[in-house]
């Protein structure tokens, strides 16, 4: 995933959702001593409590282990059918086991169920030492990978939860690395998460998750506990393909955590309607680009964006689009391009950072050389003397240089020669037989293409001045 997405990402988790309390419907209380819930297409907070304050994970540590597994998958380091050597250390490692045994090899895919299913600490260390060559190095990585999904207030210390006063995170961080999971590695999710049981060495164990037995539209995620952090769980339901995120961490029991998760939940969907606002590939914006092979860059959110606004106002939830001041090539793919700023019966609703769709190189020289000369222009409607607009170094003329223009106007005999008079008088050493003609194909209007030899700004500003102010000339680019 870019560092764009991944901005663009904490961004919604960060951003003000609601207007007002008299709009946000009120949220249930929960027996819990932290919780979160989001809208996980928008990153939007429907509730939260205590989302912020720093509390030891137990074992939702291990969804950053998985994580960094299904990375791992993904650039080829590890393969499903690969054996990994079990070593001393993950055989001992304490609290709940798959219970792999000493110096055998054990497929990968079978730790990954062993993690996510049994929540087997010691399958979490043998994938850790599997990837990054002991448990040490997997928590470093752990921690980079925190850093670069956004998650604040978080340090990891082991890959499997056990605790630790220095292994911390929050709820919103949990919710953060949650919705990263289910959004890049979808496929793998979707095949281990809903597991209800799985069984090795000839021992079945359930998936401690109780909820993916009294809710079929609960599809994960992950269940934790530690004396010192309570019973914890992140679940995630899919209704009507809209995916809610709830995080309740400290709990009183296993029956608590899944009873105060369905009550997050099930609040959520009553309390909430969903506007899909974009279906995925619709366009939020066409923004200019400068300077770039495309005028134009489609603007939009990766995945269909839905919101979720308190039942009945759908009618009054308004979108709009606001594009960069100036954008220039190059555009890469992914990069915040604007933001959508939404109104909920006319007051602010939010905020969402929308990316480009598509890459946008760099023009040609000449194709620079043009827009220089357009933004220059541009600059004039906005300011009383012309002004070369300031922007990134490439957008900076430099004196003397070859400056290209070109000018429409009436098809008539004298046009020629005005613009020849009127060029040669700023720019003496210019050569009238290099200019190019063209009519139009009602044959009303003529262009002029040249290149003048610009030696200062000044210059420049007058030559344009007297072209747009004569009656024979109508557009000067």
Same mark, same amino acid.
């Given at each position: ?298 603007? +939009?959110?990766?995945?269909?964006? %839905?919101?979720? #606004? ?5 009618? *009054? &939830?308004? $979108?709009? @689009? ?120 009602? +044959?009303?209007?003529?262009?002029? %293409?040249?290149? #003048? ?5 000044? *210059? &420049?500003? $007058?030559? @344009? ?13």
């Amino acid at each position: 995933m870019s560092l764009h997405r991944i901005l663009a990402l904490a961004l919604c988790l960060l951003l003000p959702t609601f207007a007002s309390a008299n709009v946000a419907p009120v949220p249930p209380n929960l027996a819990a001593n932290a919780w979160l819930l989001i809208e996980v297409s928008s990153g939007q907070t429907l509730a939260a409590e205590k989302a912020d304050q720093r509390l030891e994970p137990a074992s939702l540590t291990k969804l950053m282990t998985a994580y960094l597994s299904f990375a791992a998958l993904r650039d080829n380091k590890l393969k499903l059918t690969q054996t990994l050597p079990v070593s001393e250390k993950a055989w001992r490692t304490g609290g709940s086991k798959m219970f792999v045994k000493v110096d055998t090899q054990v497929a990968v895919d079978d730790l990954l169920k062993g993690m996510i299913v049994q929540s087997g600490n010691d399958a979490c260390v043998v994938l850790a030492e599997g990837i990054a060559g002991s448990e040490e190095n997997f928590a470093q990585m752990m921690n980079r990978e925190a850093k670069r999904l956004g998650m604040k207030h978080t340090h990891f210390r082991n890959s499997t939860g056990l605790p630790d006063p220095q292994h911390v995170t929050t709820a919103r961080a949990l919710a953060t690395l949650a919705t990263a999971l289910i959004r890049d590695f979808p496929t793998e999710y979707q095949k281990y998460y809903s597991l209800k049981e799985f069984r090795y060495a000839n021992i079945s164990q359930p998936n401690r998750n109780r909820l993916l037995w009294t809710d079929p539209t609960v599809d994960g995620v992950k269940t934790g506990h530690t004396d010192a952090a309570g019973y914890c769980l992140i679940s995630s339901a899919l209704r009507e393909q809209r995916r809610l995120l709830a995080v309740v961490l400290g709990t009183s029991s296993d029956k608590a955590r899944a009873t105060e998760s369905a009550k997050l939940l099930n609040w959520g969907y009553i309390a909430y309607d969903a506007v899909n606002l974009y279906p995925q590939g619709r366009p939020v914006g066409t923004p200019r680009v400068w300077k770039g092979s495309k005028n134009q860059v489609a603007a +939009g959110f990766d995945q269909a964006f %839905t919101i979720a #606004v308190p039942k009945g106002m759908g009618d *009054q &939830l308004k $979108a709009e @689009y606001i594009a960069p001041a100036r954008l220039m090539a190059p555009v890469k793919k992914g990069q915040i391009v604007g933001s959508l700023k939404l109104t909920l019966a006319g007051q602010p609703y939010g905020e969402y950072p929308v990316s480009a769709q598509a890459d946008v190189p760099l023009a040609g020289a000449f194709g620079r050389a043009v827009d220089t000369v357009k933004l220059w222009f541009k600059s004039l409607q906005t300011s009383k003397s012309p002004t070369i607009p300031p922007a990134d170094s490439d957008t900076l003329l430099e004196f003397p240089c070859d400056f290209p223009l070109k000018i429409m106007g009436h098809a008539v005999d004298e046009l020629a020669q005005t613009v020849l008079t009127i060029v040669t008088r700023h720019a003496p050493d210019f050569d009238g037989a290099r200019m190019e003609m063209r009519s139009s194909s009602g +044959g009303n209007y003529l262009s002029l %293409t040249c290149t #003048v030899r610009a030696t200062s700004k000044p *210059q &420049l500003d $007058a030559l @344009y001045m007297e072209l747009t102010s004569h009656p024979l000339i109508k557009v000067v680019l």
